[in-house]
């Protein structure tokens, strides 16, 4: 199963903003045009080891520099008040949900409120980095429980279903999270739109056997929605682009090699000749719930400079 992200802007502010949001390899910041607007609809999913199914919204390394030129764009744009704000001293946010749990057309196939209430749990603990990694400026509250009887999502292909379920069902701006609950096939986890894509399509969708209590272990802690909703901040894959550079453009996570590995538990690989061992804790890795644990102070600062650029 699979999760995403994306990223900014060198500063001369915090080492963790400025080692966070790396320059483009391109310097030149272009005009948005169609292509960035493409991108910006991206998203990353998360898959399991051997899963039949693909990444709905794979991420090529031209379209995260597209994305990250978009991002330095917006940056450059905002006044150096808000500027300041974004990068050196953010507020906190707390991010609504509404949870769309999709069940069969007869209601059996969701998931409980119980459920939900755990699964928030997890969201709040790992962006607070009460697990083990940085704190992030995001906090979590359910805005609505929204349950919808229909087979043929519930069996949710992201090719066919996609667009007609989140144009029937999605509720609120840019700034509230909609999460698609649903029983998908093929080892696919779930996966995410990138800040910036049109709003009726914005939004997360995960597996609802991966909710703490489900039946997808060990993948069933919930962080397939920690993962997604990094994504929907703007962070790509610790693997993104493999050994090459600036792969996620975050500079504290060091260069993971996007073979089988990234599905591995083992703190002694080291797959990529930039210093640093693979980042297998990470929540942005593919390593399944037990293993992931952690942001970093940059994905940290990128997430921050996502929300303030594309959805606040």
Not at 177 to 205: Q, R
Not at 214 to 233: K, M
Request: aromatic residues 8%.
């Amino acid at each position: 199963m699979k999760r995403i992200v994306l990223g900014g802007l060198a500063v001369t502010t915090t080492l963790a903003f400025a080692a966070a949001l790396v320059t483009s390899p391109t310097s030149a910041v272009p005009a948005p045009d169609a292509r960035t607007a493409a991108a910006c609809q991206q998203g990353d999913a998360r898959l399991v080891k051997g899963a039949t199914a693909s990444d709905p919204n794979s991420v090529s390394p031209a379209q995260a520099a597209t994305m990250n030129r978009a991002l330095n764009e917006r940056l450059r744009a905002m006044s150096p008040r808000a500027r300041h704000a974004a990068l050196v001293a953010p507020a906190p946010v707390t991010v609504k949900i509404n949870w769309q749990i999709i069940t069969k057309t007869n209601g059996t196939g969701g998931v409980s409120n119980s459920q939900i209430r755990r699964q928030l749990k997890v969201m709040n603990d790992s962006y607070a980095g009460l697990t083990g990694g940085a704190d992030t400026r995001f906090s979590f509250v359910t805005n609505q429980i929204i349950r919808t009887a229909n087979t043929n999502w519930w069996n949710w292909d992201p090719d066919t279903d996609d667009a007609p379920a989140k144009n029937a069902l999605h509720k609120g701006t840019k700034r509230v999270l909609n999460v698609y609950i649903a029983s998908l096939s093929g080892g696919l986890l779930g996966y995410a739109t990138f800040p910036g894509g049109p709003v009726n399509l914005d939004g997360v969708v995960i597996l609802n056997q991966s909710l703490p209590g489900g039946s997808a272990a060990p993948f069933n802690q919930g962080d397939t929605l920690t993962h997604e909703a990094g994504h929907w901040f703007g962070l790509l894959h610790t693997f993104q682009g493999g050994c090459s550079t600036p792969n996620d453009f975050v500079a504290d996570t060091p260069q993971q090699d996007n073979g089988d590995n990234i599905f591995l538990c083992d703190t002694t690989l080291d797959t990529c000749p930039a210093s640093g061992r693979d980042p297998v804790h990470n929540f942005m890795s593919y390593g399944n719930d037990p293993c992931l644990n952690r942001f970093t102070a940059g994905q940290a600062s990128r997430t921050s400079a996502q929300w303030d650029a594309f959805r606040a």
